[in-house]
């Protein structure tokens, strides 16, 4: 590859369909209160959540070049991993489009792109963490808004979910030739 390839292959996820199942539900079901979007890319999903509604909108990635577009798109944003900065009991709303493709390990190749699709060998390499921290800084009353592809194993993800003290629930769909989205609604359990 030389380096002008490199120059030309893009760094931060374009927004997609799974993009959209997650802002229009946002849209939707979200209205008021701190959100925090993970993974916030380019910020076409914070965007329009603040732009729609009456909720402050924060956004995060790992990915620097992610927070640069984000924060020209409008979107106050930080570099973290995941959610570890974050005072407990921060946030609303949690939401997350994560990488999520099922991915061997010979296929992985390491740059920035990857961090944004790949799941690992089962998908659920990033959401694991995910929900495991989401409890501490998720309000009591809030509620994460989570996109899951049927590739990554909705069970196995509501399971995780209910693992970390979590109920989840499917509030929107979209099926594809290859793949079911899913967005799932995740609260406390007992909340
Ligand atoms: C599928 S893309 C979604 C981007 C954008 N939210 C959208 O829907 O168009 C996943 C995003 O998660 C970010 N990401 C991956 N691992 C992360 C981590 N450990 N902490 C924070 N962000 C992460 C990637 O850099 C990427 O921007």
Redesign the pocket.
């Known amino acids: 590859m030389t380096l002008e390839d490199r120059r030309e292959m893009p760094t ?5 369909e ?2 959209r199942l ?2 229009d539900t946002a849209v939707e079901r979200v209205d008021g209160g701190v959100a925090l ?6 910020g ?3 965007a329009q959540v603040a732009s729609a509604t009456e909720t402050r909108v924060v956004g ?4 620097p070049e ?1 927070c640069v577009r984000a924060r020209e798109a409008g979107i106050e944003t930080v570099r ?3 959610t570890d900065p974050f005072a407990a009991d921060s946030f609303d709303v949690v ?6 493709l099922p991915t061997p390990p010979e296929e992985e190749w390491d740059d ?1 792109l990857e ?3 790949s799941g690992g060998e089962d998908g659920r390499r ?1 959401i694991r ?2 929900l495991d921290d989401l409890g501490r800084v998720l309000r009591p009353a809030g509620r994460c808004l989570l ?1 899951v592809s049927s590739l990554t194993d909705i069970d196995a993800v509501v399971k995780l979910a209910a693992d970390a003290g979590f109920e989840s629930r499917e509030v929107a769909e979209e099926s594809f030739p290859f793949e079911r989205l899913v967005v799932l609604e995740i609260t406390h359990a007992n909340s």
């Open positions: 931060v996820y374009e927004p997609a799974d993009s997650l802002a979007e993970v993974g916030v890319g380019f076409y999903v914070a995060c990635d790992i990915n992610a973290s991993n995941l939401l997350f489009n994560p990488p999520y920035p961090h944004a699709l990033v963490p995910f996109l």
